[in-house]
């Protein structure tokens, strides 16, 4: 991939990534005077469980990223089509299970809700609602993962643009007409099921592309594909449950009232993921055709997702920290101010070094160490479920956005420890990177300790001067000559005319 077309790639899944953000910092507050803070606390139960269904996709929509790049740089693209085919179905079949053992559980958790028993009729019947995307989710992951192989990465940005805004603006416009959890649900139910029809037609025509291959499904390169998925599988569905646990842990100690405090603003700053997952899914095919082709681009590929990351993202966390209190009682009111400005301020923080570990995942589980991935999830889980009770017991809200916080730390600091021994041409990287990371984390601590906004606006002039003075070193000499050229083509004498 040349450097054009990554910046590029890059670049249009950026710009894509960032309709979900627009449409919920435009709805939430609209939603939270339609609905209140309960009934606001349960749709976005509805959004995080939606989200968290792409990932039961058994790791076949990401295994399938891997394979169909592998078969492309190996020039084997008449292997593709059987496999894709058979992978689909056996994500349809794996949706279906997850949706009826979701139905089957939806009594036992409307009971463990802290909840008010006029909402539980309608928490459980927007449930049931949300158990119907669970096969939508697990297919349109795996034809996304192909198509992203293949470098249409158009084609997903606009899917991202569409359903992102539908999540959103849907559920508002069905609140407003109808009042009702259940039909704001079921709108984005039905934006999935449109997109992934959409979705699989396009697939179907860049495939057509390729020469025949065997007839079929074959289903013994889909099982070599299932195998490498399943670990991927238990990265996925302990990443969901992680993503999840500590709302439900909130609605079970304390109250609905206080998961709308907790994830209203989550929603918004969990919107920084997608600067790193539109990374990751430019990256991931490269890295993926690199190992295949055990090309030294993969250490490459790492430290510019590394940087990238940084530098997009530490200016943002940092104001949204040091600002925590001011925004928020713009955007939401002076109420939701108080309650959330710690939760934010740690959420900040978490949103940084969560987007920071997806590079040294992405370097795993594109040399086939997947397994080495979803046994720190499987570790990290019993932890964080005993950590985040602990916490939410000691300071509610506050200690759930710290325990969150913490094991973003834990996450990114084993990562980057197992990435280093897998990859030691990494090690030179790393260091440099704990450094910084050590700094970055220290200045969050502080911040999150001073009350008044002089000092914390001092804070913000000394860490974005420091982060403004290393900036030419983080960006690196050969993207910073890539983007004084850039710059120089288009408002230089000749660009100018």
Same mark, same amino acid.
């Given at each position: 991939?040349?450097?054009?077309?990554?910046?590029?790639?890059?670049?249009?899944?950026?710009?894509?990534?960032?309709?979900?953000?627009?449409?919920?910092?435009?709805?939430?507050?609209?939603?939270?005077? /339609?609905?209140?803070?309960? #009934?606001?606390? @349960?749709? !976005? %139960? =509805?959004? *995080?469980?939606? +989200? $968290?269904?792409?990932? &039961?996709?058994?790791?076949?929509?990401?295994?399938?990223?891997?394979?169909?790049?592998?078969?492309?740089?190996?020039?084997?693209?008449?292997?593709?089509?059987?496999?894709?085919?058979?992978?689909?179905?056996?994500?349809?079949?794996?949706?279906?299970?997850?949706?009826?053992?979701?139905?089957?559980?939806?009594?036992?958790?409307?009971?463990?809700?802290?909840?008010?028993?006029?909402?539980?009729?309608?928490?459980?019947?927007?449930?049931?609602?949300?158990?119907?995307?669970?096969?939508?989710?697990?297919?349109?992951?795996?034809?996304?993962?192909? /198509?992203?192989?293949?470098? #249409?990465?158009? @084609?997903? !940005? %606009? =899917?991202? *643009?569409?359903? +992102? $805004?539908?999540?959103? &603006?849907?559920?508002?416009?069905?609140?407003?007409?109808?009042?009702?959890?259940?039909?704001?649900?079921?709108?984005?139910?039905?934006?999935?099921?449109?997109?992934?029809?959409?979705?699989?037609?396009?697939?179907?025509?860049?495939?057509?592309?390729?020469?025949?291959?065997?007839?079929?499904?074959?289903?013994?390169?889909?099982?070599?594909?299932?195998?490498?998925?399943?670990?991927?599988?238990?990265?996925?569905?302990?990443?969901?449950?992680?993503?999840?646990?500590?709302?439900?842990?909130?609605?079970?100690?304390?109250?609905?009232?206080?998961?709308?405090?907790?994830?209203?603003?989550?929603?918004?700053?969990?919107?920084?993921?997608?600067?790193?997952? $539109?990374?990751?899914?430019?990256?991931?095919?490269?890295?993926?055709?690199?190992?295949?082709?055990?090309?030294?681009?993969?250490?490459?590929?790492?430290?510019?997702?590394?940087?990238?990351?940084?530098?997009?993202?530490?200016?943002?966390?940092?104001?949204?920290?040091?600002?925590?209190?001011?925004?928020?009682?713009?955007?939401?009111?002076?109420?939701?101010?108080?309650?959330?400005?710690?939760?934010?301020?740690?959420?900040?923080?978490?949103?940084?070094?969560?987007?920071?570990?997806?590079?040294?995942?992405?370097?795993?589980?594109?040399?086939?160490?997947?397994?080495?991935?979803?046994?720190?999830?499987?570790?990290?889980?019993?932890?964080?479920?005993?950590?985040?009770?602990? $916490?939410?017991?000691?300071?509610?809200?506050?200690?759930?956005?710290?325990?969150?916080?913490?094991?973003?730390?834990?996450?990114?600091?084993?990562?980057?420890?197992?990435?280093?021994?897998?990859?030691?041409?990494?090690?030179?990287?790393?260091?440099?990177?704990?450094?910084?990371?050590?700094?970055?984390?220290?200045?969050?601590?502080?911040?999150?300790?001073?009350?008044?906004?002089?000092?914390?606006?001092?804070?913000?002039?000394?860490?974005?001067?420091?982060?403004?003075?290393?900036?030419?070193?983080?960006?690196?000499?050969?993207?910073?000559?890539?983007?004084?050229?850039?710059?120089?083509?288009?408002?230089?004498?000749?660009?100018?005319?």
């Amino acid at each position: 991939m040349t450097p054009r077309s990554f910046s590029a790639n890059v670049a249009l899944t950026l710009v894509a990534s960032l309709a979900p953000a627009l449409a919920a910092a435009a709805t939430l507050p609209l939603m939270y005077g /339609l609905l209140g803070a309960e #009934r606001l606390g @349960v749709l !976005s %139960l =509805a959004w *995080v469980a939606i +989200g $968290a269904f792409a990932l &039961l996709d058994a790791g076949l929509g990401r295994a399938l990223t891997h394979e169909t790049s592998r078969l492309l740089a190996l020039g084997r693209a008449s292997e593709i089509r059987p496999v894709v085919h058979g992978a689909l179905l056996l994500l349809g079949a794996i949706g279906i299970v997850g949706a009826l053992g979701i139905m089957t559980g939806v009594d036992a958790l409307v009971a463990r809700l802290h909840a008010a028993g006029a909402l539980a009729p309608e928490i459980r019947a927007t449930l049931l609602v949300c158990a119907v995307a669970v096969p939508l989710m697990t297919v349109s992951a795996g034809i996304r993962g192909v /198509l992203e192989a293949h470098g #249409r990465f158009d @084609v997903t !940005s %606009l =899917a991202r *643009v569409g359903l +992102g $805004a539908a999540t959103y &603006l849907g559920p508002w416009l069905t609140v407003r007409a109808s009042n009702s959890l259940v039909w704001a649900v079921g709108s984005i139910v039905a934006a999935r099921f449109v997109a992934t029809v959409l979705l699989y037609l396009v697939m179907e025509s860049t495939l057509g592309a390729a020469p025949p291959g065997p007839p079929g499904p074959v289903w013994a390169r889909v099982r070599q594909t299932f195998t490498g998925g399943v670990w991927m599988t238990v990265t996925s569905v302990a990443g969901a449950l992680l993503t999840v646990v500590d709302r439900f842990i909130l609605g079970a100690m304390v109250s609905l009232a206080a998961i709308a405090y907790y994830s209203t603003p989550h929603e918004l700053i969990g919107k920084l993921t997608l600067i790193p997952m $539109a990374l990751s899914a430019v990256l991931f095919p490269a890295m993926s055709a690199a190992a295949a082709r055990e090309s030294d681009d993969v250490v490459r590929l790492f430290t510019r997702g590394m940087r990238y990351t940084f530098v997009l993202l530490l200016p943002v966390a940092a104001i949204g920290a040091g600002l925590a209190r001011e925004w928020l009682a713009l955007w939401l009111g002076l109420e939701f101010s108080q309650a959330s400005q710690h939760v934010v301020q740690w959420l900040c923080l978490s949103v940084l070094l969560q987007s920071l570990a997806v590079t040294p995942l992405n370097v795993l589980q594109a040399a086939g160490r997947a397994h080495v991935t979803a046994w720190l999830q499987l570790v990290q889980l019993p932890v964080f479920v005993a950590g985040v009770w602990w $916490a939410v017991s000691v300071a509610g809200i506050n200690g759930a956005a710290f325990a969150w916080a913490a094991r973003m730390l834990l996450d990114l600091t084993l990562l980057l420890g197992i990435s280093w021994r897998s990859t030691p041409a990494t090690a030179a990287a790393i260091r440099s990177w704990t450094v910084l990371i050590a700094l970055t984390v220290a200045w969050f601590i502080a911040v999150v300790q001073l009350d008044s906004l002089a000092a914390r606006a001092g804070m913000l002039v000394i860490g974005l001067g420091a982060f403004a003075a290393h900036l030419p070193r983080l960006i690196g000499r050969d993207d910073l000559a890539q983007l004084r050229a850039m710059v120089t083509r288009r408002f230089g004498p000749q660009g100018a005319r």
